[in-house]
């Protein structure tokens, strides 16, 4: 089935210390992939998105994320981390196919001083 | 401002009764998808819909119903069939020309069954 997969259910990491949250995907070609960012009880806000081109991606709130065809991934990346970004983040991917856009399970960031 | 809209933001429903959430939008986008979101879960597809009186199910479909008769408007009823419908239910909208298809959610609706 195309999916996208987020391994990890919970990560937490120090202030000011780097990031990196796992995302694979499985779809027969390139999907437009995102990453989304959800508050306690609030929606989902998009912090980028991969259509094609360039493989690194920059998004809102210094966040960035690299296409690797070769692994199936799209890993988002942050180089210092600050308190305000324990949230949950999902990876998703948007299939033409059957017009169907999919999320991971997410990934909740905790941040700790 | 453009943006999406979901009402209530709590909703409480007897068991055996029906309810419907509200789904609007301004952002004259084609596609509009309600997801269900339960904890360690994810958000699970319920219906989605491309274009105006056309809908397709999710991945969760049975025990919730919807309509599209306003490129704005999308409510989401939860049927007495849905055996656990407690959960947040978000609802976004997309457009599907151009090089975007990215979503853009509504604040969500919280119901509970009591």
């Known amino acids: 089935a195309q999916s996208v997969t987020q391994p990890d259910i919970h990560i937490t990491v120090s202030e000011g210390a780097s990031l990196e949250l796992r995302c694979n995907y499985s779809y027969g070609a390139t999907p437009y992939l995102f990453w989304y960012v959800q508050s306690p009880g609030q929606g989902l806000q998009l912090l980028l998105k991969y259509f094609s081109g360039d493989t690194l991606v920059q998004g809102i709130k210094g966040f960035e994320a690299e296409f690797k065809r070769s692994q199936s991934s799209f890993n988002l990346r942050k180089p210092s981390v600050h308190w305000s970004d324990a949230a949950e983040y999902f990876c998703?991917?948007?299939?033409?196919?059957?017009?169907?856009?999919?999320f991971g399970t997410g990934t909740r960031l905790t941040i700790i001083p | 401002d453009g943006g999406i809209t979901q009402s209530p933001k709590y909703l409480f429903r007897k068991e055996g009764q029906n309810v419907t959430l509200s789904c609007e939008q301004n952002l004259n986008h084609d596609a509009m998808y309600w997801y269900r979101q339960d904890p360690g879960q994810g958000l699970r597809l319920i219906y989605y819909?491309?274009?105006?009186?056309?809908?397709q199910k999710g991945d969760i479909a049975e025990g919730y119903s919807v309509s599209r008769e306003k490129k704005e408007s999308f409510p989401l009823t939860v049927t007495s069939a849905q055996k656990n419908p407690t959960a947040f239910y978000l609802c976004?909208?997309?457009?599907?020309?151009?090089?975007?298809?990215?979503?853009?959610f509504g604040q969500g609706t919280r119901l509970t069954v009591v």
């Open positions: 998703a991917g948007y299939n033409f196919g059957n017009e169907k856009l999919t």
């Open positions: 976004a909208s997309s457009g599907l020309t151009g090089v975007t298809t990215e979503a853009f």
């Open positions: 819909s491309q274009i105006v009186n056309d809908f």
